[in-house]
T-cell receptor
Framework: AQSVAQPEDQVNVAEGNPLTVKCTYS??????LFWYVQYPNRGLQFLLK??????LVKGSYGFEAEFNKSQTSFHLKKPSALVSDSALYFC???????????FGSGTRLSIRP | NAGVTQTPKFQVLKTGQSMTLQCAQD?????MSWYRQDPGMGLRLIHY???????DQGEVPNGYNVSRSTTEDFPLRLLSAAPSQTSVYFC???????????FGPGTRLTVL
C-alpha cells in the first residue's frame, strides 16, 4: 500500500530565510510525487511534480523540490521565504503500479516578517 | 472554462439522511477523485475514477457511493449520514493520475 508522511505539523521561518517542508513516501513501483498548497479561503493549487528525470524539480512561486530515491523523500524548498508563502502545504504520491493519489496530513508554513 | 464545480457549498444534514454532492468538470479530464479534509488528517481519498464507467475505492470509502456515467460528472452519495462524515469535501480532476489535479471549491458538510 502506498503512503506519504509529512512529519512536521507546522514550520516557522523568518522572512528572507530558506525554508524546507519535509515529505517521505512509501510505494510499490516508481513514485510519482506532487506538492499542493492551500491558501486561506482559497482552493488547493498545484505547485510541482516529479515523474521522472532530473531529481530537482522547479515549480510555481519560486518553490522547488528534490527527489531522493534512497531516502524516499521529496522535500519542498525555497531559497528565500515570503510572508505570502504562509499556507497549508500537502505532499501527494501516486505510483506506476496504482492509480490512487494519496495525500499527506499537511504542514502549516508560517513566515514571520 | 468553469473548471471543477461543486454543489452545494454548504449543507447541514440530520443523522440518517442521504444526499448527493455534485461535481462537474468541463476540461474533458478522464481522472476524477473525491477527498475529505479534516483537521490534522490532511486530505483522504474516498473514491476515484480513471474514466467513464470505471470507479474504485480510496482510503476511506465506507458510507459513500460514486458513479461515473459521463466524463464530466462524478457525484458522491452519502447513503445514511453520520456525524463522523462532518467534513469538507473536495472533488478534483486531471487528465490522468500523473497530471496536475484541479480542485473544486469544496462542500462543507455538517451532520447533526
Amino acid at each position: 500500500a502506498q503512503s506519504v508522511a509529512q512529519p512536521e505539523d507546522q514550520v516557522n521561518v523568518a522572512e528572507g530565510n530558506p525554508l524546507t517542508v519535509k515529505c517521505t513516501y512509501s510505494v510499490s513501483g516508481n513514485p510519482y510525487l506532487f506538492w499542493y498548497v492551500q491558501y486561506p479561503n482559497r482552493g488547493l493549487q498545484f505547485l510541482l511534480k516529479y515523474i521522472t528525470g532530473d531529481n530537482l524539480v522547479k515549480g510555481s512561486y519560486g518553490f522547488e523540490a528534490e527527489f531522493n530515491k534512497s531516502q524516499t523523500s521529496f522535500h519542498l524548498k525555497k531559497p528565500s521565504a515570503l510572508v505570502s508563502d504562509s499556507a497549508l502545504y500537502f505532499c501527494a504520491v501516486n505510483s506506476s503500479s496504482a492509480s490512487k493519489i494519496i495525500f499527506g496530513s499537511g504542514t502549516r508554513l508560517s513566515i514571520r516578517p | 472554462n468553469a473548471g471543477v464545480t461543486q454543489t452545494p457549498k454548504f449543507q447541514v444534514l440530520k443523522t440518517g439522511q442521504s444526499m448527493t454532492l455534485q461535481c462537474a468538470q468541463d476540461m474533458n479530464h478522464e481522472y476524477m477523485s473525491w477527498y475529505r479534509q479534516d483537521p490534522g488528517m490532511g486530505l483522504r481519498l474516498i473514491h476515484y475514477s480513471v474514466g467513464a464507467g470505471i470507479t474504485d475505492q480510496g482510503e476511506v470509502p465506507n458510507g459513500y457511493n460514486v458513479s461515473r456515467s459521463t466524463t464530466e460528472d462524478f457525484p458522491l452519495r452519502l447513503l445514511s449520514a453520520a456525524p463522523s462524515q462532518t467534513s469538507v469535501y473536495f472533488c478534483a480532476s486531471s487528465g490522468t493520475s500523473v497530471d496536475e489535479q484541479f480542485f473544486g471549491p469544496g462542500t462543507r458538510l455538517t451532520v447533526l
